[in-house]
C-alpha cells in the first residue's frame, strides 16, 4: 500500500509538473528519484537470504546473507515447543512467523521471487503438515490420559493464529469498513473526476487496496 501510495503521488505530481516552471520540475524530480531511492535502500537494508532446514522434529534458520537491519539470528526451534504459528500474505512479501514460550521465529519471502529459485512454497505445506501431525499425536495422548484417570496436564495444541483469526468476527468487520471506504472512495472519484483535484489517483491506490483484500477474504472463505 505504501508503495502505491508512494506512485500514485508521483503520478499526479507529474501530472501538475507538466504545466509549471522548470524550477518546480526540477524539485519534483528531484523528490521522485528520493522516494525511489528511499524504497531501494529500505529494500536492500531489510531483505537478505537465509537457509531453513525443516526435520522431523526440528526447524533450523541460518543467515546466508544477513541485512544490516535485521535482528533477527540464526535460530533453531523443536517443532514440539512451538506455541504458535501464522502466515501473513501481504501485496509485497508473504511471512510465518512462528511462536513459542522462549523465542519467536519470522521468515519473510518477496512474491515475486520465482518459484524456481527455491523450494519455499514446498516447504510451508511440509512445515503446516508437520503441525498438523504433532498436533493429532497431541490429541491421542491427551485423550489417553483422560480415560486412563491420569493427573498429567494436558498438552497445548499448537495454534494457528490465521485460523483463529479467521474464525473471528474481525474479517467480517473490516470487509465491512472495506466496503464502506471502497463506496465512498467512488463516489469521491466519480464528483471529483474532473475538477483537476490532484489527490485522486491516491484514493485510486486506496480503493486497490480495499479490493485486495476484500478479494483475499472472499480467497480465506473459499479455502474453508
Same mark, same amino acid.
Given at each position: ?12 505530481? $507529474? ?19 528520493? !522516494? ?9 537494508? *531489510? ?26 539470528? =540464526? ?15 501481504? $501485496?509485497?512479501?508473504?511471512?510465518? #512467523? ?5 523465542? &519467536? ?9 520465482? #518459484? ?10 511440509? $512445515? ?5 501431525? !504433532? ?6 495422548? =491427551?485423550?489417553? =490420559? ?33 466496503? !464502506?471506504?471502497? /463506496? ?7 464528483? =471529483?473526476?474532473? *475538477?483537476?483535484? &490532484?489527490?485522486?489517483?491516491?484514493? /485510486? ?16 472463505? #473459499?479455502?474453508?
Amino acid at each position: 500500500m505504501t508503495i502505491l501510495l508512494s506512485f500514485s503521488y508521483i503520478a499526479y505530481r $507529474f501530472k501538475e509538473a507538466a504545466d509549471i516552471n522548470p524550477d518546480e520540475l526540477i524539485v519534483f524530480i528531484t523528490a521522485t528519484l528520493i !522516494i525511489i531511492g528511499i524504497y531501494w535502500i529500505s529494500v536492500k537494508l *531489510t531483505s537478505g537470504i537465509a537457509e531453513i532446514e525443516l526435520t522431523k522434529r526440528e526447524i533450523e534458520f541460518n543467515w546466508l546473507k544477513k541485512p544490516i537491519l535485521k535482528s533477527q539470528d =540464526n535460530l533453531k526451534f523443536d517443532l514440539y515447543e512451538i506455541d504458535s504459528w501464522n502466515i501473513q500474505r501481504e $501485496f509485497h512479501y508473504d511471512t510465518l #512467523n512462528i511462536s513459542s514460550n522462549f523465542s &519467536s521465529m519470522t521468515i519473510s519471502r518477496f512474491p515475486e521471487w520465482r #518459484n524456481d529459485k527455491d523450494d519455499y512454497q514446498s516447504f510451508i505445506n511440509s $512445515f503446516s503438515n508437520k503441525i498438523g501431525s !504433532i498436533n493429532k499425536k497431541k490429541l491421542k495422548r =491427551n485423550k489417553r =490420559n483422560e480415560k486412563s484417570n491420569q493427573k498429567v496436564d494436558d498438552e497445548k495444541l499448537i495454534v494457528d493464529q490465521e485460523k483463529v483469526f479467521k474464525s473471528s468476527n474481525l474479517p467480517k468487520i473490516l470487509l465491512g469498513v472495506y466496503i !464502506i471506504v471502497m /463506496i465512498l472512495g467512488v463516489f469521491y472519484v466519480y464528483n =471529483n473526476w474532473n *475538477t483537476g483535484k &490532484s489527490n485522486i489517483l491516491i484514493v /485510486i491506490a486506496g480503493l486497490s487496496g480495499c479490493i485486495y483484500y476484500i478479494k483475499k477474504y472472499r480467497q480465506n472463505r #473459499n479455502q474453508k
